[in-house]
Each structure stands twice: as structure tokens, then as C-alpha cells.
Antibody, heavy 119, light 107 residues
Framework: EVQLVQSGAEVKKPGESLKISCKDSGYSFTSDWIAWVRQMPGKGLEWMGIIYPGDSDTRYSPSFQGQVTISADKSITTAYLQWSSLKASDTAMYYC????????????WGQGTLVIVSS | DIQMTQAPSTLSASVGDRVTITCRASQSISAWLAWYQQKPGKAPNLLIYKASTLESGVPSRFSGSGSGTEFTLTISSLQPDDFASYYCQQYTSNPLTFGGGTKVEIK
């Protein structure tokens, strides 16, 4: 069974950098696609991008291209989402999710990482 | 980008009611649509994919229908555990996009 476990909540100041993680305890990390989804406070879901850890093939939503970096370390079955300079508008819950093997919907989700950016 | 529009945004209903949520795509997505349930403070949970295929373990009171641009999620008899938010998602093209959500509240 795929289980995605995310890193804990973060409180940061504007301009700081941050890297959050998503560890996949399943056995098929290098053949799974792992996506990141943002949910701003009281709002809906937004797909940010997706990575294939097997070869690090990464695709971004145009809305997030250049704003974040998605990466993965297959040796420790972990995917990452990082910012080089946070803004207050990055305050949100961030979920990682596993894409189904056949189509681009998400059949397993992490518990979420809350990121608060405030001066 | 394909825009997904859900209606209503909020729905008040009672236990036992039949509930229908609509999702409309800005262009045809065939049947490449998924539905998720999200409870407060929790991650979304997959209910339905390919517009009408029930995910394993999801109660049969949930059903989905539609193709092209118009889709519905129906709960045949609302249960206390079903009070939550529901989101549709198209997966015909990138960027993948979600509807704005429908919150099902207790009447």
C-alpha cells in the first residue's frame, strides 16, 4: 500500500527559503509519479506540478513554473517542493499525491504540510 | 487551461437526502474526470475516476455520470460521514485543473 508521509508544519519569514518533503513508503517509488497540490486557506485545490523519480522528469503548471522547484531523491524514496524566496502569498497547505498508474488522477495523498509565511 | 466550474458552491441537506453536484468543463474532456471528497483538516480522498468508476472501498451510495463537458456526482442517501467538500478534477490535459469545490453542510 502506498503511504505518503510529509514533513511537518513550517513558519517562515518572507524572503526565506524552504524545502518540504514527501516520503513514499511504498515499493514502487521509481515507477510512480508524485505531484504537489496547493490549497490556500479556505480555497480549492491547485495542481502545481509532478515528478517521475525514476528519471526526474518534471512538469510544472504554468502558474507555478519558476516559482517553485520539484525534485526527488530515489535513494530515500522522497520527493521535495522548494522555494528560494518565500512570499506571504505562499501561505497554504501543500499536499503531495501519487498519480494512478494509468491516468492522471490521484489515488493516494500525503497528510499535508502547512506553510505559514509571515513577518 | 481547461476551466472546471462546480455548482452549487454550498449545499445544505439532511441525512437521507439525495444530493447532486454538477461539474462543467470549459471544453470537452471526454470522461477524463475524477471526484474527491475532503473533510476539514484532511487530505482529499479519491471517490470516482473516469467519470463513473467507483474507487475501491468507496460506498455504493456515491455515483458519477456524464461525458464531454457536463458531469454529476450523486449521493443517493446522504450519511453523517458525507458532510464534507467535494472537488472534481479533469485529467485530459496539463495543467490538471480542479473545480472550485462544493461544501455539503448539515441542514
Amino acid at each position: 500500500e502506498v503511504q505518503l508521509v510529509q514533513s511537518g508544519a513550517e513558519v517562515k519569514k518572507p524572503g526565506e527559503s524552504l524545502k518540504i518533503s514527501c516520503k513514499d513508503s511504498g515499493y514502487s517509488f521509481t515507477s510512480d509519479w508524485i505531484a504537489w497540490v496547493r490549497q490556500m486557506p479556505g480555497k480549492g485545490l491547485e495542481w502545481m506540478g509532478i515528478i517521475y523519480p525514476g528519471d526526474s522528469d518534471t512538469r510544472y503548471s504554468p502558474s507555478f513554473q519558476g516559482q517553485v522547484t520539484i525534485s526527488a531523491d530515489k535513494s530515500i524514496t522522497t520527493a521535495y517542493l522548494q522555494w528560494s524566496s518565500l512570499k506571504a502569498s505562499d501561505t497554504a497547505m501543500y499536499y503531495c499525491a501519487r498519480r494512478s498508474p494509468t491516468w492522471e488522477f490521484f489515488d493516494s495523498w500525503g497528510q499535508g504540510t502547512l506553510v505559514i509565511v509571515s513577518s | 487551461d481547461i476551466q472546471m466550474t462546480q455548482a452549487p458552491s454550498t449545499l445544505s441537506a439532511s441525512v437521507g437526502d439525495r444530493v447532486t453536484i454538477t461539474c462543467r468543463a470549459s471544453q470537452s474532456i471526454s470522461a477524463w474526470l475524477a471526484w474527491y471528497q475532503q473533510k476539514p483538516g484532511k487530505a482529499p480522498n479519491l471517490l470516482i475516476y473516469k467519470a463513473s468508476t467507483l474507487e475501491s472501498g468507496v460506498p455504493s451510495r456515491f455515483s458519477g455520470s456524464g461525458s464531454g463537458t457536463e458531469f454529476t456526482l450523486t449521493i443517493s442517501s446522504l450519511q453523517p460521514d458525507d458532510f464534507a467538500s467535494y472537488y472534481c478534477q479533469q485529467y485530459t490535459s496539463n495543467p490538471l485543473t480542479f473545480g472550485g469545490g462544493t461544501k455539503v453542510e448539515i441542514k
